[in-house]
């Protein structure tokens, strides 16, 4: 009988633990320990509560206004379909930069819609909270996958394609499309998968990337290295909370007053 599995990964914790290309100066490891170590603590918390972003928050109304189009196909033919999502979304109870730029959003995408008389396999609102996770385990590693696509189309009777919705300036990073193609070999066996990104604000795809199974194998056993690396990490908090600092080294700098933690963290330029 196998052991449990308790270790897990995510693309969310590989770009907490490792910084994506010419992103170096900017990441640090300290805030990985508060938001997955030091969650429970009141204050932190607190702020990982608060710190859904106008940006994120914009990206999030994004995507379910996407949902809303394709879940109700009369709205997107339909003269004052953006203010009909709109009152779905509730965006008049919301900051007026957030509104308008969610209802130019969902004009763009009224006018040319990505997925129109496509084979939609999934697509989601974004606010279903965690996926189901993966179990992957192997001779040499174990661990929960977590993968939360947006939208799965079927291309074939053999191939489907993933696409992940950005908004505003969030740069495309492979790492996260690479997580996808990884879960979709579990998810959807029968098919080839490959995968893109697509920014609902300025209309602007990637270019699609693909992966050989040999180079799955290297993205999946890498990910096992993540996910037991975090966990020692965790461990050696939880046995001398003393050394935080030295388990997620801080990297302060000008960044620090774009970080949810600068009020509580220490080593920020902004903290107390």
Known sequence: MSSPVRLFASYNLWSLIAPASGQQRWHCQM?????????????????????????????LLAQKGVYEFHHNRNLLNSVDGVEKVARLLKLGNLADEIQQRVRQILKKYQDAPLLLNKRIMLLTRGDEGFPKPIFIERQDYHFRLY??????????????????????????????????????????????ATASFYNLEMGKKSHVITVSSSELKLIE????????????????????????????????????????????????????
């Open 147 to 192: 993968a939360a696509m947006d939208c799965v189309l079927n291309e074939s009777d053999s191939s489907l394609h993933i696409i992940d919705f950005k908004t505003g300036k969030s740069p495309f990073d492979r790492r996260q499309a690479l997580v996808y193609l990884l879960a979709a070999r579990y998810l959807y066996p029968k098919y080839q």
């Open 31 to 59: 805030k990985r320990g508060f938001i997955k170590a030091r969650q429970d603590e009141p204050k932190v918390k607190a702020l990982l509560k608060a710190k859904v972003t106008p940006s994120q928050r914009i990206g």
């Open 221 to 272: 056993f890498h990910l096992g290295y993540i996910a037991e690396k975090h966990q020692k990490d965790l461990q050696k908090y939880r046995q001398n909370k003393r050394i935080f600092s030295k388990i997620f080294p801080p990297n302060p700098g000008y960044h620090c007053r774009f970080c949810p933690f600068n009020s509580i963290c220490e080593h920020s330029e902004d903290g107390e």
